[in-house]
């Protein structure tokens, strides 16, 4: 509670201290979540620290999304249009209250107040109002008329029959054709933010305890880059997918939410690896919060070099994601001769590429090189994709391509064990 402060207040009573921090009595609201059995609880507290976990604006968009995505479009009505602004629009708050004196019915008329407003607005524009204003009271009742509709919503009334089947949750009905649609963009970066943030984000400055210029520095690719690469190499459902250097598992659990795949990870550190299965357990169960599906995830601790885990799954897989910008140049020539266990067509992601010139022309000093089996692609990233820094980039696909390279050495050798012209036959 020290690194948090108070946000709402009651604008009819200045002595309410409902809404201040307590180490116990701290201020809360519930959000009923799109699956059957479903609901959080988030503290009505803001950071002192604006770059700090907010969970004022972590419901609101959950909210907005949940309303966005999921209520079938003939029961939209009932929350209002979404609104474009949230929490983080706001620059300045807003002006304080007149006093009331301590034992005046200030609480009822704050509560005449409230039903008075959310009454003529819509209830997401009510949230979004108590939240510029501030308003606590006026928050917890348009909150508290939000989960009774998505609660009433999500267990319709049931047969008079007993014997008959329960009646299917309606904000499930979305998630249905998802299937073949995929993901939406919104549902997906919203489970991922809410993973990291009670998982990752209280450990951040542990993970930054590393050794700096070394193969163990600390980065992460951003969810947004991870949804690029994973679109890009068409990871499926029947996919399996290694993350060589996993960190935190960030990008294991986004491939397996994303595309429903196979996921697996192995990362040396041991406070980053002990957070990746926080962050694992943790999405599996917002998953099944938000009803949605997510393909089985494995995460080991060790060596990349020495698993026998790895090596077994290597010539299985169909992507591989090697974060090795920072990686020694020990250890990427280290990696290259595990790739020829790799199988055609399986594709090797890399922050660096793993070989000496892209798209070189053979020679006999390379011709023989283990890297010459790949077709590699660079690709850009834009600034904000990586944590280690904020300028742009570029990343390298390398695409198993044996039978192309078995042809051009072909045309290769032929071309160089041609007799030259006068020589002795």
């Known amino acids: 509670m020290k690194s948090y ?32 059995g479903a609901s959080e609880r988030f503290i009505l507290l803001a950071p002192k620290d604006k770059d700090h ?35 983080s629009d706001i620059v300045s708050p807003p002006a304080s209250p007149s006093p009331s004196p301590p034992n005046s019915n200030a609480s009822s008329s704050s509560t005449s107040s409230s039903t008075s407003t959310i009454d003529r607005i819509p209830l997401l524009r009510a949230v979004q109002r108590a939240i510029n204003t501030q308003d606590g009271p006026l928050f917890l009742l348009a909150m508290d008329r939000i989960n009774a509709a998505l609660h009433a919503i999500k267990y319709p009334p049931v047969a008079a029959d007993p014997f008959a089947p329960a009646p299917p949750n309606p904000l499930m009905s979305a998630v249905e054709h998802w299937t073949d649609t995929g993901l939406p963009d919104k549902v997906l970066m919203r489970i991922i933010e809410e993973n990291y943030q009670r998982t990752v984000g209280p450990n951040v400055p542990y993970l930054r305890q590393y ?14 880059l991870a949804r690029e690469i994973i679109a890009v190499t068409g990871l499926r459902a029947d996919s399996l997918f290694l993350d060589l250097g996993s960190g935190v598992g960030n990008v294991v659990v986004q491939a397996s939410l994303q595309t429903g795949c196979t996921s697996y990870g192995i990362e040396l550190m041991p406070h980053p690896a002990r957070v ?32 026998a885990r790895m090596d077994a799954l290597l010539a299985k897989a169909d992507v591989v994601l090697v974060d090795n910008k920072v990686f020694e140049q020990s250890l990427n020539e280290a990696l290259r001769p595990k790739f020829l266990d790799l199988k055609e067509g399986a594709t090797v992601i890399s922050l660096s590429p793993f070989v000496s010139s892209i798209n070189a022309r053979l020679t006999k000093r390379n011709v023989d090189d283990i890297s010459a089996i790949f077709d590699v692609t660079e690709k850009p990233y834009h600034s904000g994709s990586v944590s280690w ?25 032929r071309s160089h064990n041609r007799p030259r012209r006068g020589a002795r036959k």
């Open 5 to 36: 402060k108070t946000f709402f207040k009651n604008p009819a009573n200045p002595h309410d201290k409902s809404f201040d921090p307590h180490p116990t009595d701290y201020p809360v609201v519930e959000l009923e979540y799109p699956n059957g």
């Open 389 to 413: 820094g904020n300028n742009g980039g570029s990343y390298y696909l390398h695409k198993v391509d044996r039978e192309g390279y078995a042809k051009i050495k072909e045309r290769f050798d």
């Open 211 to 224: 050794e700096a210029f070394s193969s163990t520095v600390y980065g992460e690719l951003m969810p947004s």
């Open 53 to 87: 976990y907010n969970p004022i604006m972590d419901l609101e968009r959950s909210l907005f999304t949940i309303v966005e995505c999921y209520v079938p479009p003939n029961l939209q009505h009932i929350f209002g249009p979404i609104p474009t602004a949230t929490l």
């Open 276 to 307: 990746a299965e926080d962050v694992v357990r943790q999405m599996q169960i917002r998953c099944r919060m938000w009803g949605v599906r997510v393909g089985a995830m494995e995460l080991e601790e060790g060596d990349m070099l020495k698993s």
